[in-house]
C-alpha cells in the first residue's frame, strides 16, 4: 500500500514507513495497527512474509534510539547534508530553523524540532543539536504515530519487548525468512511418504535439480511447495513433505500442497523429465502466498 510505504532514497529496493502518511487520521493508524498484527501473526504460526524494509525499522522494533548513523540506509542525500553540515561553517550559507514540514490532519504544517523551534536559528554553535534532531526526525519520528500504531499491532500478539532479546538482523529473519535457499538445509527438515525415501533415486534427482537451479528459480520452487520465496528461521513447520504420487501418470506434473509444506512427484523415469515437469510446474502456477 503506497500510503503506508515508500521506496527508500537509497534505491536498495528497501522500504520505510511512508512520512507523508497522515499520523493523526484514526483510518491510517488503523491500517498500520493491522499490518503490525499481520507482522506478529506471521512470527506466531512460523510463517514468513516479504517485507523488505529498511534496517532502521527493525532496531525501533527493538526498542534502539536512531540517529545521523542510521539516516545514510534510508536518505542518503539527506545523510550528506547534514555530514556536510556538522564539517563545514553554516552561517551566511544556511538559513534553517528547527523545524521540518510534516502532515497534520492532511495539510502540510511547518513543525518543531524542538521548544521554540519555530523561531530558533541553525547556527555554528548548535548546528550539531540541530543535525542529531533533524536526523532523528527523518529515521523515527517522523513517523512516530505510525511505528506506534504498527507496534500495538505487533503487541496483540507478541510483547514487542520480547524483540530486544534478538539483534536487528535476527529480527529482519524472524519476519522475512532467510533469502539465501541452501538446498542442504531443506533436505535436512524433510520427510517422505509412500514409497520415496532419502536414497530414493527419483528423490536424489530432485536435489540434483534444485541444487542446480538458479537463485530465481529456488525461490520459484519454494514458493510452489510452501508459499514463500524463502527459508525459515528455524526449519519448516510442518515438514517439507516429499511424497509419492502413486496415483499419477508417470509424466504428469508435480503437485504441491502450501499448508502441508508437501510436494507430490510423480515416479519419473528420468532426471531429464523431471527437471523439465517441476521447472514447467514453478514457473507457472499461481496460488496462496504471503506477501
Not at 100 to 106: T, W
Request: proline letters at 4%.
Amino acid at each position: 500500500d503506497n500510503e503506508l510505504f515508500r521506496p527508500t532514497a537509497a534505491d536498495k529496493g528497501e522500504l520505510e514507513l511512508n512520512p507523508d502518511s497522515d499520523g493523526n487520521d484514526e483510518a491510517v493508524l488503523e491500517k498500520f495497527k493491522f499490518v503490525g498484527k499481520c507482522i506478529a501473526k506471521a512470527i506466531y504460526d512460523r510463517q514468513n512474509l516479504v517485507l523488505p524494509m529498511a534496517p532502521v525499522f527493525y532496531k525501533i522494533l527493538r526498542g534502539e534510539p536512531c540517529g545521523l548513523d542510521d539516516l545514510e540506509a534510508v536518505d542518503p542525500a539527506m545523510h550528506k547534508s547534514l555530514t556536510w553540515m556538522l564539517d563545514n561553517s553554516v552561517e551566511g550559507v544556511l538559513f534553517e530553523k528547527f523545524s521540518v514540514m510534516q502532515m497534520v490532519d492532511g495539510r502540510e504544517e511547518e513543525v518543531a524540532l524542538c521548544a521554540d523551534g519555530l523561531s530558533m536559528e541553525v547556527t555554528d554553535d548548535n548546528k550539531e543539536e540541530y543535525v542529531g534532531l533533524m536526523a532523528s526526525w527523518r529515521v523515527q519520528f517522523g513517523v512516530f504515530q505510525q511505528m506506534e500504531a504498527l507496534m500495538d499491532g505487533i503487541n496483540t500478539l507478541i510483547p514487542t519487548k520480547a524483540l530486544e532479546d534478538f539483534s536487528e538482523k535476527e529480527v529482519e529473519l524472524l519476519i522475512n525468512g532467510k533469502k539465501e535457499i541452501d538446498v542442504d538445509e531443506i533436505r535436512a527438515y524433510a520427510i517422505f511418504q509412500g514409497k520415496y525415501h532419502e536414497q530414493h533415486r527419483v528423490v536424489m534427482w530432485l536435489w540434483h535439480v534444485v541444487r542446480e537451479f538458479d537463485a530465481r528459480h529456488r525461490a520459484l520452487f519454494l514458493k510452489f511447495v510452501t508459499g514463500a520465496t524463502r527459508l525459515p528461521l528455524d526449519g519448516f513447520d510442518p515438514p517439507f513433505n516429499i511424497t509419492e504420487g502413486s496415483d499419477m501418470d508417470v509424466k504428469a506434473l508435480p503437485k504441491a500442497h502450501t499448508c502441508f509444506n508437501q510436494l507430490v512427484l510423480p515416479r519419473y523415469q528420468s532426471l531429464e523429465l523431471l527437471q523439465q515437469k517441476l521447472k514447467y510446474a514453478i514457473s507457472n502456477t499461481e496460488g496462496f502466498q504471503l506477501t
